[in-house]
């Protein structure tokens, strides 16, 4: 359990969150070195044990993970740094054969899920709370929007339908939370998340809220947010822009991966019945 591999990633992660929360990003050289970090311990213990099969293991990992990493990234499911650092992780699901180690990656993706979701809600509640006085107002204007009232109704519905079976409470207790928890998460966006920042102060990476002309250039708000071409222009107008401001995922991976590592086998019973 309180493996190397244990260690080494778990400082890797401390140190990616320390810098999400600061700075909304995980530097490069981080993700490297776990790459590089990784690679050379399967090799030294395929040498010491005579075990060349890990090799071949850790390729696969290493192939599957950067596959993942893809889709996440241009899935929109993750931002940049948070699938680099999924891709950096590879090395730490090898497991003793090619079953154990798709069944290591499977297991953690599911926990990383589940365990980001409870983040990224908690985080939200904590930004209302502190934030409420300023999206109140925001949260009674997306509350008249007519697909929150479309999906409340939605929602009583299924309430008044529950009688008839715990499928339909079900159901409307996640419409009714997922309608809610929507409601706040696009006041916080709103009212919170975004800021207008001095070209000076922008980063790699930043999102834009909408489209900026600098002379005859259009910059887009993307996905993959400034370019460094993007940068340059910029800080040459010297015209404040709006950014948005994205939600720090990596303690996420945190909280995941020491679920992974205590709680794996537990977490494959209840699930699969392995």
Do not use: H
């Not at 995980?26 to 050379?40: A, E, H, K, R, T």
């Not at 916080?188 to 070209?199: L, N, Q, Y």
């Not at 010297?238 to 537990?266: A, D, E, M, R, T």
């Amino acid at each position: 359990m309180f493996s190397f591999f244990f260690w080494l990633f778990l400082a890797g992660i401390l140190v990616a969150s320390l810098q999400d929360l600061k700075r909304r990003e995980v530097d490069n050289w981080l993700n490297l070195f776990l790459i590089i970090s990784g690679f050379s311990f399967l090799i030294f213990q395929a040498i010491f044990d005579w075990d060349y099969e890990i090799i071949f293991l850790g390729i696969l990992s290493f192939l599957v993970m950067f596959g993942l990493a893809c889709l996440f990234y241009y899935g929109r499911i993750f931002a940049g740094g948070d699938s680099k650092l999924l891709f950096a992780m590879f090395a730490v699901f090898v497991g003793a054969n090619f079953s154990e180690t798709i069944l290591n990656i499977v297991s953690f993706i599911a926990i990383l899920m589940m365990a980001g979701g409870m983040w990224g809600v908690g985080w939200l509640v904590v930004l209302c709370f502190i934030n409420f006085k300023k999206i109140k107002i925001e949260i009674i204007k997306q509350c008249k929007n007519i697909y929150f009232k479309s999906a409340f109704l939605l929602g009583i519905i299924l309430l008044v339908f529950s009688y008839t079976g715990l499928i339909f409470l079900y159901l409307s207790i996640f419409v009714l939370a997922g309608s809610f928890l929507l409601v706040f998460a696009r006041a916080v966006e709103k009212k919170v998340m975004i800021e207008k920042v001095s070209p000076k102060d922008l980063r790699e990476g930043d999102w834009l809220v909408n489209d900026v002309v600098v002379g005859r250039k259009k910059i887009k708000a993307s996905w993959e947010g400034l370019s460094k071409d993007d940068l340059r222009l910029l800080r040459k107008s010297k015209k404040k822009v709006l950014v948005k401001q994205g939600l720090p995922f990596v303690p996420g991976f945190l909280i995941g991966f020491l679920i992974w590592c205590f709680f794996k086998n537990w977490f494959l019973n209840l699930i699969f019945g392995i």
